[in-house]
Nanobody, 123 residues
Framework: QVQLVESGGGLVQAGGSLRLSCAAS????????VGWFRQAPGKERVFVAA????????SYIDSVEGRFTISRDNAKSTVFLQMNSLKPEDTAVYYC????????????????WGQGTQVTVSS
């Protein structure tokens, strides 16, 4: 089993930054990919970014390319999502997820999920 715990969400003004963390425990991530998804009120959960634990290959949706950066700390089994130049449309609950498929952009392709962290961007 893998346990994922997100943190780092909050309220920020448009143009500001936040860094989300996803701390993993329970097993090694060496063969996994870790993704970030977000879900706005009344909308479906959508893919934001992902990283291959081994090698560090990354993938992003177009709307966050150049503003968000996904990275990992192997020693701490933690994945980060650095979010810069935030926009009101980035407001959502952000979830991290882990799975063995690359590149997985559908939520059903991930096996483990965190509880989510709220990000609110005010205009």
């Amino acid at each position: 089993q893998v346990q994922l715990v997100e943190s780092g969400g909050g309220l920020v003004q448009a143009g500001g930054s936040l860094r989300l963390s996803c701390a993993a425990s329970g097993r090694t991530f060496s063969n996994f990919a870790v993704g970030w998804f977000r879900q706005a009120p009344g909308k479906e959960r959508v893919f934001v970014a992902a990283i291959k634990w081994t090698g560090g290959t990354t993938s992003y949706i177009d709307s966050v390319e150049g503003r968000f950066t996904i990275s990992r700390d192997n020693a701490k089994s933690t994945v980060f999502l650095q979010m810069n130049s935030l926009k009101p449309e980035d407001t959502a609950v952000y979830y991290c997820a882990a799975g063995s498929v690359w590149v997985a952009i559908r939520s059903y392709q991930y096996d483990y999920w965190g509880q989510g962290t709220q990000v609110t961007v005010s205009s």
